[in-house]
């Protein structure tokens, strides 16, 4: 069974898009707007929001991570306050908290991202972590948002590093889901349009995401910004939107939720982790060529392309095999691809991409 959940209710990315939020929600009858947000990411939005007139609005700082903890008590301030739908202003994590809330609670959501960072804005699902930061679980709601709105000069002015995980995440989607459709014949057309969507994401990165990256640092709202901005955001949700759990996540996601368990990774944002996954997931596939493409890329785009990268050396074995036992947990996702893979395999995986390494490096 495929569940199609394709897309908020309405998104709008372009310049100016904040400015018709009060309106919007006086018009759709809203009148105790609680608002999650980070400290920079309200600073960022403030002054791209007019006035919110009469509308009454409560600002709550989020704790830090998507957790159980942090959504129990914000939903004890958002019922003491009787607010009547939310906003989530910031990043991933406060977007998925934002979404976990709004479902908690029954209340229409509005999602405004601060980063490109992941698709969070635009999936019905939240990943939630322990306050330790380790990951715990994804969960997907039944019900999309309501209204996304994209405010491009926002993430233009964004720490670049956002944005160079927002196209690690996103790479991801074609190379996982590619991996999950193998006994699917024929392929329904809702997954069709989910692969088309991964193709077009990974086109979209390869072809301007370095133009993309260039831009950002000479601070210029370009046509290349604002289509790898969309692959991002728009595409990038989509393809689980349509291909539901042939479009999700597979070996690559897997090796980010291990990682988090490695102390010395977490300076690292989601989609760096998911990068160095994809590399994993191809070892693992036996598709070292394609190891190498990437490898290039990931190289002017700052992305982890081995150990080293992470804060890993490849002589710790036993960090590394605490990331292989993670990552083959029974509950991740790498079990949904074709083949069943061990311990050995996961560690293997990672001196392949060693060894590409080492052979860039001595070739230039």
């Known amino acids: 069974m495929i569940n199609v959940q394709g897309a908020p209710a309405i998104y709008q990315s372009e310049v100016g898009a904040l400015k018709k939020l009060p309106v919007f929600l006086e018009t759709n009858g809203f009148q105790k707007v609680f608002v999650v947000h980070g400290t920079k990411s309200l600073r960022s939005v403030k002054s791209h929001i007019p006035d ?116 690690g995440d996103t790479l991801a989607k074609w190379y996982e889901a590619q991996s999950l459709i193998y006994d699917l014949d024929p392929v329904p057309v809702a997954v069709k349009l989910g692969l088309q969507s991964a193709d077009l994401c990974k086109n979209i990165i390869l072809e301007e995401g370095i133009e993309a990256l260039s831009d950002i640092e000479k601070g210029k709202l370009t046509s290349s910004f604002r289509a790898v901005t969309d692959a991002i955001i728009m595409l990038g949700g989509m393809v689980g939107g349509f291909a539901d759990h042939f479009g999700r996540i597979a070996g690559a996601h897997s090796v980010h939720n291990a990682l988090t368990k490695i102390p010395s990774t977490h300076h690292l944002l989601h989609g760096e982790k998911v990068a160095y996954g994809i590399l994993v997931q191809l070892a693992l596939e036996g598709k070292v060529e394609e190891i190498g493409n990437l490898t290039a890329f ?8 081995n150990l080293l990268d992470l804060g890993i050396s490849n002589k710790d074995r036993q960090t590394l095999e605490t990331i292989a036992e993670h990552t083959l947990l029974p509950s991740e996702s790498i079990h949904f691809m074709k083949r069943k893979f061990e311990s050995t395999d996961i560690l293997q995986a990672f001196e392949v991409i060693e060894k590409i390494n080492v052979k860039r490096e001595r070739t230039g």
Request: with cysteine; charged share 25%; aromatic share 12%.
């Open 298 to 305: 990931f190289e002017k785009t700052d992305l982890p392309k």
């Open 52 to 167: 919110f007139g009469s509308l009454q609005v409560h600002y709550e700082h989020y704790g830090g991570e998507c957790s159980d903890e942090e959504i129990n008590r914000l939903r004890k301030v958002a019922e003491s306050w009787d607010a009547d739908i939310i906003i989530g202003l910031g990043g991933g994590k406060v977007l998925d908290l934002s979404k976990a809330l709004g479902y908690e609670m029954r209340l229409e959501v509005v999602l405004i991202p601060t980063v490109a960072s992941t698709c969070a804005a635009w999936t019905p699902l939240s990943v939630f972590y322990t306050e330790n930061g380790e990951f715990d679980r994804y969960t997907i709601f039944p019900k999309s948002t309501l209204l996304v709105l994209v405010e491009p000069e926002i993430l233009l002015k964004a720490p670049i590093q956002f944005y160079k995980a927002g196209i």
